[in-house]
């Protein structure tokens, strides 16, 4: 089985602090996704990763950015955090084909 | 762009009822659709897929769906629903026009299913 780990369960940051979320996965997948999820709004795309070292915008990138340095871990960081990023975040990946395979998020909170 | 719309925002069934969660999508090109479910304080787990095929797509805990090109749906469907089915389900698609990349998800339906 796959498995996608998220660092963190529940975090509370602060109004301007620079958050990581980190996320890693065991089964050598080359895509690599950030979600984020908001109740009626689904999940947003915010950054992926399709190999070592790129990455591309999603739907809502802005406030973000991210950094693939392994094959097997995906970050994300919000270089200066907002109340409206408060939100649960979900890292998911998935090899050449389908299907997305997902971590069990991080609710964060910011202050 | 891609997009899906689930309309309900809430399904209530009584176990042992079928239980039918919709879909619809909009792509260019041929889609590829999905299905997943969430529990509470989870992430999202796979249920489903249509690629290609035959349209009637089978899949976990007794989940099917029907891919309907005309009408551009995918909805979900179980003959006989459990109380513990009951949970998020999210419809997705992905299509040509980003080289089936991006998956966009709807905003989810909430499933409950009464005892």
């Known amino acids: 089985d796959v498995k996608v780990t998220q660092s963190s369960r529940y975090l509370v940051k602060r109004t301007g602090e620079k958050v990581f979320l980190e996320c890693v996965q065991d089964?050598?997948?080359?895509?690599m996704f950030w979600y984020r999820q908001d109740p009626g709004l689904g999940l947003r795309l915010i950054y992926f990763s399709y190999d070592v070292k790129m990455k591309e915008k999603g739907d809502i990138p802005e406030g973000y950015s991210v950094s693939r340095e392994k094959k097997e871990r995906f970050s994300l960081i919000l270089e200066s955090a907002s109340t409206n990023q408060t939100s649960m975040y979900l890292c998911?990946?998935?090899?050449?084909?389908?299907?997305?395979?997902f971590g069990d998020g991080t609710r964060l909170s910011i202050l | 762009a891609q997009s899906v719309a689930q309309p309900e925002d809430q399904v209530k069934v009584a176990e042992g009822n079928p239980l039918t969660v919709k879909c619809t999508y909009s792509v260019s090109g041929n889609p590829y659709l999905f299905w997943y479910v969430q529990y509470p304080n989870r992430g999202l787990q796979f249920l489903l897929k249509y690629i290609t095929g035959d349209n009637l797509v089978k899949g976990s805990y007794g989940f099917e769906a029907e891919f309907n090109k005309s009408q551009t749906s995918f909805h979900l469907k179980k003959p006989s629903a459990l109380v513990s089915d009951s949970a998020l389900y999210f419809c997705?698609?992905?299509?040509?026009?980003?080289?089936?990349?991006?998956?966009?998800f709807g905003t989810g339906t909430k499933l409950q299913v009464i005892p």
């Open positions: 089964m050598d997948h080359e895509n």
């Open positions: 997705a698609v992905s299509g040509p026009q980003a080289g089936y990349q991006k998956v966009t």
């Open positions: 998911a990946t998935r090899d050449r084909g389908f299907p997305q395979h």
